[in-house]
């Protein structure tokens, strides 16, 4: 079996949430204060805040978790609604109370930003706040002329999503993660290769494709009506932080979701992979977050 790649530091450990094994990669463990969350995003798993962990656990208790089919947590089969992302979220509420943390910040990318976002609306008593970047708010519908960003979808949880997956030397996601980048860094071929190589077991592609196709078949509809997400209360802070050059969920996108708790602010060379493409911005984002909360 394929070892999670090794970080200085960071102890790799498996916790039972439910019925489910979830991998976690774990550092600063000394600190006092909130802990950190850090929940990654597709195609992707833990590694993605490989540059933002360590900067994060000089001063924090940081768990970056592997959701649910992805990296090295358990696959659970795609059967009733196993990942509709308000199922993950409930499943990251979980996580948090078996790990003891008292009212933690999540911190998310993509589809876990959308997940930490959930948690934060089903349960707002249980989080103290939430930043979430490359990633629209799950309370803010797309507009009807923005649908056309998201056709990627179709590809990866349509009938086609399983080959996209791991067939045709993965050609499909390498094209995702090329058109990500926008104008920022582009990823090496070692470290795509790192998420490249989860896919290739038939499970974790299985839950790929169960992750989106779970989305446009359910929740987008539920997301259409309006009955998909709360906004969280006022006093519950909320930070997103859109990639300048992500040309799908957009700094426009993303502002629908500004209110009086829900603050956007752009970051500058980056595209989509904000954690890898521009790890310092975002680690000082989040620990300005931080620090706002004690004032």
Known sequence: MVEPPALRDVIHRDVLVGDVRLHIAEAGTEHEGPALVLVHGWPQHWWIWRDVLPRLAQRHHVIAVDLRGHGWSEAVPPEDGAYDKRVIARELLNLCETLGLDRPVLVGHDWG?????????????????????????????????????????????????????????????????????????????????????????????RAGVAMYRQFLLNEMPDLRRGHYANRPPADLPVLLLPGRDDGVLTPRLVRRAEGPSVEVRTVENAGHWVPEQRPDALAEHVEGFVAALAD
């Open 113 to 205: 930003g959308w997940v930490s976002l959930l948690a934060a609306s089903i349960a707002p008593d249980r989080v103290r706040g939430v930043v979430a970047t490359a990633i629209i708010a799950p309370w803010a519908p797309i507009p009807w002329r923005d649908l056309w960003r998201f056709a990627y979808q179709l590809v990866a949880g349509g009938p086609l999503g399983y080959a996209a997956h791991r067939r045709f030397k993965q050609r499909f996601l390498r094209l995702v993660f090329k058109l990500g980048a926008g104008g920022g860094r582009r990823l090496t071929t070692d470290e795509k290769k790192v998420y490249l190589v989860r896919y290739r077991d038939p499970a974790r592609a």
